[in-house]
């Protein structure tokens, strides 16, 4: 197997990883909530201004599952199609694109508004995806 598509794999595996994680965390573990059981408390009382048909809290899970699902999608469909069509990625201008954008739109969250575990893992998967697409397209 060409090295490039090899990265492209391992990056994707990466993000299948960290959403695989995400989720077991949000659904297994109480990890994601807040160290005072009074601030819990209210955030599963409290509903945003923009509807009362939710909580806070209910929300928050929803979008860090969604969020894992985002993760889950993107690691799933690109080793997809260096499974089955590699062609794809140094041929088709949107793939090799979004190949791009996406892992570092992801970075670029998890370095602002994050920490430094799903960072490292998305950095490495960054690297993995660029260096890929510049391996496959030469």
Known sequence: ??????????ASVIYLLLGSIHIGLILLTNSFE?????LL?????????IT???TLWAGGVGFHLSHSFGLLIFGA????????????ISTSLFFSSALIIAPVAYL????KYWFIT????LALSCIGY????????T
Do not use: H, W
């Open 1 to 10: 197997m060409e090295v490039g598509l090899g990265l492209i794999i391992s």
């Open 34 to 38: 807040p160290r005072s059981s009074e």
């Open 41 to 49: 408390a209210l955030n599963k009382t409290t509903s945003p201004i």
């Open 52 to 54: 009362d048909q939710t």
């Open 77 to 88: 469909f690109y080793l997809a199609i260096v499974l089955e069509s590699p062609a794809l």
């Open 108 to 111: 670029l969250l998890s370095i």
């Open 118 to 121: 799903p960072t490292i893992g």
């Open 130 to 137: 660029i260096a890929g697409l510049v391996l496959v397209s």
